[in-house]
């Protein structure tokens, strides 16, 4: 015991301290994804400005973020071998490509929406 305290109240207390963090980064994060980042412009051509494509191009609205960023980085390392997409994302700094990811998982009416 800790002033009086058990253990189990510093650790419940600790835990909803983490939880309380981790929605602050949530809600930062949703924040950043709603405004197209510029580098998502070349995007929109295939894509569509929020990422609802019309066939044959891939929907990225509701993709995870995550698939998204290993799906560009593929391209620009030429793992995945699309001409279109390995000229689009050949000059993306990693930072760039977590924008353009988080801005299109963030978008509804894609996939799971």
């Not at 983490?18 to 994804?33: G, I, P």
């Not at 400005?49 to 593929?74: C, D, H, N």
Request: charged letters at 15%; hydrophobic letters at 50%; glycine letters at 10%.
């Amino acid at each position: 015991m800790l002033f009086g305290l058990s253990l189990g109240v510093f650790f419940l207390a600790g835990f909803a301290a983490l939880v309380y963090f981790a929605t602050l980064d949530v809600a930062a994060q949703s924040r950043k994804s709603a405004v197209m980042p510029d580098e998502a412009e070349q995007c929109t051509a295939c894509h569509g400005t929020r990422g609802v494509a019309a066939a044959p191009f891939p929907m990225l609205a509701g993709q995870s973020a995550e698939y998204l960023i290993s799906a560009m980085t593929a391209y620009r390392s030429g793992e995945r071998d699309v001409a279109a997409m390995a000229a689009a994302v050949k000059d993306l700094s990693d930072g760039q490509i977590e924008r353009i990811a988080h801005y299109f998982a963030a978008q509804s009416g894609g996939v799971g929406r």
